[in-house]
């Protein structure tokens, strides 16, 4: 991005129209993402709920173990594609934040009190130190995400499904089933967690190399 010393008052309005209007884009990119991580979020969980529901409906049946079976397995597929989109809108919001922060760093070169209106410490990620890893730390920055929380949801209804389907055709006892259903979500979401955290860190590399991660890890 250019200095704007080095560039003309004409190319100089140029630029700054063309960045504000980046600017606005980029927010409005963020705006869609919070939108649609809320929407995709919300979808899963009422699937979830009316699954339960129908479930519950169907106990007395002779046909339950069957029909609670393709529930949990058909809601369980869902939840991991809605975990993989939450994880790929995630990025989008925050490559639209590393777009931002450059344009802020071209901010920032303007002069008179720029600096100080754009300064580093009061930006959101990559720039401040604001966001929920810099003050509860990355671990349980992670874990609080939409993708994290789904998942872990997602975690619990395929470890029942486990559960339920090595008590009924294992002939395995109740605390063995649960053991196994146990680990299952906890296998779960830590692949969520790492599948996510490798994501993140390819975008966090990306803005070191473009300069806009500066003294970071």
């Given at each position: 991005m250019p200095d704007s010393a080095h560039v003309s008052d004409s190319n100089r309005e140029a630029i700054l129209t063309a960045l504000t209007t980046e600017h606005s884009v980029m927010q409005g990119v963020i705006n869609a993402s919070v939108n649609e991580q809320q929407a995709r979020a919300s979808m899963f969980l009422l699937s979830a709920s009316g699954a339960l529901v129908a479930i519950g409906l169907m106990a007395q049946s002779a046909n339950f173990l069957l029909f609670t079976g393709v529930v949990i397995a058909a809601v369980y597929a869902t939840g991991l594609l809605t975990t993989f989109r939450l994880v790929?809108?995630?990025?989008?919001?925050?490559?639209?934040?590393?777009?931002?922060?450059?344009?802020?760093?071209?901010?920032?070169?303007?002069?008179?009190?720029?600096?100080?209106?754009?300064?580093?410490?009061?930006?959101?990620?990559?720039?401040?130190?604001?966001?929920?890893?810099?003050?509860?730390?990355?671990?349980?920055?992670?874990?609080?995400?939409?993708?994290?929380?789904?998942?872990?949801?997602?975690?619990?209804?395929?470890?029942?499904?486990?559960?339920?389907?090595?008590?009924?055709?294992?002939?395995?006892?109740?605390?063995?089933?649960?053991?196994?259903?146990?680990?299952?979500?906890?296998?779960?979401?830590?692949?969520?967690?790492?599948?996510?955290?490798?994501?993140?860190?390819?975008?966090?590399?990306?803005?070191k190399d473009r300069s806009i991660l500066r003294g970071e890890g």
């Open positions: 790929d809108v995630a990025m989008e919001s925050m490559q639209s934040e590393v777009t931002i922060a450059k344009i802020r760093h071209y901010y920032r070169t303007l002069g008179g009190p720029a600096e100080q209106l754009f300064e580093e410490p009061l930006g959101r990620w990559p720039e401040g130190k604001l966001d929920s890893a810099h003050i509860t730390g990355e671990l349980l920055g992670l874990l609080t995400t939409a993708a994290s929380m789904i998942a872990c949801v997602n975690g619990f209804i395929g470890g029942t499904g486990l559960a339920l389907l090595v008590y009924h055709l294992a002939s395995t006892n109740v605390a063995v089933a649960v053991l196994a259903g146990a680990i299952f979500a906890v296998a779960q979401v830590a692949i969520a967690f790492a599948y996510q955290t490798r994501r993140i860190n390819l975008l966090v590399r990306l803005a």
